[in-house]
């Protein structure tokens, strides 16, 4: 078993570009971008006063923010989330995943009462009763205050990557889909119906079909948007899939991204012949 290591380590080091500086660079899509951000949480906590093995990072639509689409695959299913599969609903409310991808106080007036008062997302008081704990079905698939609370405390200690103290200034983008008034953005709960969430009524705002663009974006981070319309109509996938599915697989969020790797920054990110006002530094 030595040996295999030893020959292992040996082929990995042959690999190895010879001026490599051990450092990383991350394409993180969707939820991937929180996970990275529990891996500088967790390597500041493992390895204090040692530099990041990371180069340079793009964000794919993460939703930092969270989404409210999380909260309707958890009620009722049929989002595009989960691919619109309705039976989906009560796997969704066992995994400690989709609870982290719930909006968080920073994405302001997402759920809210009669009055237009927000609720905390993150109390199971303020959910639609059909889906909280029934005690004459213990095995039910409800909503947890344990999960609740649990995502309440990694999304509170996710870090803000952009902050100097991270050394990665200048070393983050962002690329953020956009479709008008595509996203659910806030939901109204009828706290005298059983906390009745009426997504047939639900706001909608510009995002991504799942991110709204407030919660993709990082303050002080540069971004590029890609638009609804970027999405050929010919490309089939665009009629089962979101934009927010779709973003990672177009070419040009790849050109941009192999771009930012290679150093490349500002306007000169963006393909040849694409409007600047995609870019905002």
Known sequence: ??????????????????NWDKAFDFACHSMGGLVFRQFVAAW?????????????VVFIATP??????????????????????????????TFPGVY????????????VNQNGVPLDIFDIHNWQSSVTPDPTDPEGFD???THLTAAR?????????????????????????????????????DQQKDNWYDFDHAVTGDGDQVVPVESALLPGVPSMEVRGEDVSVFNLKSHVLSLHALL????????????????????ALLPRGTDPARFHP
């Open 64 to 93: 930092h923010l969270g989404s409210v689409d999380a909260v309707e695959s958890m009620i009722r299913g049929e989002t595009v989330l989960f691919g619109g599969q309705k039976e989906l609903r009560k796997l969704a409310r």
């Open 1 to 18: 078993m030595n040996y295999v290591l030893a020959v292992q380590k040996k082929n990995l080091k042959s690999l190895a570009p010879a």
């Open 248 to 267: 990672p697989s177009l070419d040009e969020v790849s050109s941009v991204t192999s771009r930012f790797f290679a150093g490349v920054t500002g306007a």
């Open 44 to 56: 500041e906590s493992a390895m204090p006063g040692t530099p990041l093995p990371v180069n340079r």
């Open 143 to 145: 909503v947890e205050q």
């Open 153 to 189: 405390g990694v999304l509170n200690a996710l870090p803000d990557v952009s902050m100097p103290e991270f050394g990665l200034a200048g070393r983050i983008l962002v690329i953020y889909g956009i479709k008008p008034n595509s996203t659910l953005r806030t939901v109204t709960v």
């Open 100 to 111: 982290e991808l719930l909006p968080n106080p920073g994405l302001q007036n997402t759920v």
